[in-house]
Nanobody
Framework: VQLMESGGGLVQPGGSLRLSCAAS????????MTWYRQAPGKERELVAG????????NYADSVKGRFTISRDNAQNTVYLQMNSLGPEDTAVYYC?????????WGQGTQVIVSS
């Protein structure tokens, strides 16, 4: 199982970023995918999740209305569109899949929101 995040960077408050997570090594289209984030000095927290078909999504209260999770099962990729970013969104963002009774993580992509 491999998960590779990309798309992070430095963005000004109010800006947008789109994160991508390319998956391989498992049947991507049959698994729920999630995005987590970990800010400095804080625990890792769930940001958003999406069902295997993409029909069902859920979000942390802190990102509802600003972030959108989506997936392309033909490309084995899950996305996180982040709008109206604020300093509180600064974190390393990870995609995650739970399969075979284990959690798999990518290496993470850094998002810094600062002027």
């Amino acid at each position: 199982v491999q998960l590779m995040e990309s798309g992070g960077g430095l963005v000004q408050p109010g800006g947008s970023l789109r994160l991508s997570c390319a998956a391989s090594g498992f049947t991507f289209s049959t698994y729920r995918m999630t995005w987590y984030r970990q800010a400095p000095g804080k625990e890792r927290e769930l940001v958003a999740g999406i069902s295997s078909t993409g029909r069902s999504t859920n979000y942390a209260d802190s990102v509802k209305g600003r972030f959108t999770i989506s997936r392309d099962n033909a490309q084995n990729t899950v996305y996180l569109q982040m709008n109206s970013l604020g300093p509180e969104d600064t974190a390393v963002y990870y995609c995650n899949v739970y399969l075979a009774w284990d959690y798999y993580w990518g290496q993470g992509t850094q998002v810094i929101v600062s002027s």
